[in-house]
């Protein structure tokens, strides 16, 4: 095939046909691509699976249009080996001119190969810092104490001891519990201290403010907005759910808040109705918020040797 002087043919119809198919995927690829970028979705994963589906329509828009862009590429990229090699490369040079699609067909792998560890570490270096932004600015607390396995209880005298220790200025905790709601089926409750929380921890709200944090009552939640949106829920409205004890609850609605990073889980209740209707009384994260400069930095030695010397299961 090398040495045939004659192109072989191509059907016209089809490159056609193959360009129009490969402009549609690119232009709404890029289309999908642009709006998970920059478009005000209700929900992270909603942003990610349209950059996904945007950069693998992209992706086969290439595949299907890189034929038509052999001959010029091989042209140029091939002009310096033929240079260098004479005839070998003028004869290797030629040949991948000579057939588009055999060339386009074989360098694919390499092409689809490359694309996945671009999109790949673009999309993880993307991800790290949204949910990395997220976490500074929700929480407001310079130590974090929790189990040492991340998400399991620990007990809730930490935070009593931790307060009483010298450069300590606030302290607050999370609890959380699963719950069967009427709408959306199992569901994850976050428990807060309505009188401390908004001390190392900032809600973004949707619907309410800060306020609508501190004077949650033992009949009312937050919801967490992508929730809200999925099922219907608007603030006003009650939600009913049944708890591991057996026993049903019911929560008003008081504020919607905007959940990054998938934490706080679908309710935000108070831990006194924790307690009451979910028997749950161990915190599971420790806020602690710390003073300025020196008196902080001692402050956090005395927290980590006290949780070190006193409570083997958290860190």
């Known amino acids: 095939a090398a040495l045939l002087e004659a192109a072989l043919p191509e059907s016209r119809r089809r490159g056609r046909v193959t360009a129009a198919v490969a402009a549609i995927l690119g232009l709404g690829g890029l289309a999908m691509l642009l709006v998970g970028l920059f478009a005000d ?17 992209i992706l086969f828009s290439a595949s299907l249009y890189s034929p038509r862009l052999v001959k010029p590429l091989a042209g140029v990229a091939g002009w310096p080996l033929e240079r260098m ?25 390499l092409m689809i190969g490359l694309t ?16 990395a932004s997220a976490i500074d600015t929700s929480f407001r607390n310079d130590v974090t104490v929790q189990s040492t396995d991340g998400f399991s209880p ?3 005298q930490i935070s009593e001891e931790v307060e009483r220790i010298a450069g300590v200025e606030r302290v607050s905790s999370l609890r959380f519990g699963f719950a069967k709601a009427e709408a959306g089926g199992r569901q994850r409750v976050t428990a807060v201290d309505p ?11 949707t619907d309410g403010a800060e306020e609508t944090a501190q004077r949650l009552t033992d009949r009312q939640a937050l919801v967490d907005e992508a929730y809200a949106s999925g099922n219907g829920v608007e603030v006003g409205d009650t939600v009913r759910v049944l708890t591991p004890t057996g026993k049903r609850a019911s929560f008003e609605i008081v504020g919607e808040v905007k959940d990054r990073t998938d934490f706080l889980g679908a309710l935000v209740v108070t831990q ?41 299961s958290a860190e």
């Open 195 to 205: 009188a401390r929380i908004t001390e190392v921890f900032e809600f973004d709200f």
């Open 41 to 57: 979705l209700d929900s992270s994963s909603s942003s990610a699976g349209l950059m996904g589906a945007g950069m693998a329509a």
């Open 116 to 131: 996945l560890v671009v999109f790949v570490t673009v999309f993880a270096a993307g991800l790290n810092r949204s949910i």
């Open 272 to 312: 006194s109705a924790l307690a009451r209707h979910f028997d749950e009384r161990r915190d599971t994260y420790v806020l602690v918020g710390t003073a300025d400069g020196a008196a902080g930095a001692a402050a956090e030695r005395r927290v980590k040797q006290l949780v070190d010397r006193r409570f083997p």
């Open 154 to 156: 620990i007990p809730a």
């Open 85 to 109: 090699r004479g005839l070998t490369g003028r004869l290797a040079r030629e040949n991948a001119m000579r057939k588009p699609g055999r060339t386009a067909v074989t360098s694919a792998a």
